[in-house]
């Protein structure tokens, strides 16, 4: 059985990884005012993705 490949040779159950991956990495982008993001990606596919997010203070 073959499997149907998209434009750029990509299969379409990767390609729905990559967008729910890309999905929720901007949900964390908008969410974020000041921080990082960091992805890790394991064997081709997004498997975290850390929020580190800062607080700034006014001095007293």
Do not use: C, W, Y
Not at 29 to 34: G, V
Not at 38 to 47: N, P, Q
């Amino acid at each position: 059985m073959s499997t149907i490949q998209l434009a750029g040779g990509i299969k379409p159950d990767k390609f729905q990884h990559v967008e729910e991956s890309l999905a929720n990495i901007r949900e964390a982008l908008l969410s974020l005012r000041f921080g990082s993001i960091a992805i890790t990606v394991h064997e081709d596919r997004v498997v975290q993705i850390d929020i580190t997010e800062k607080k700034r203070l006014r001095p007293s």
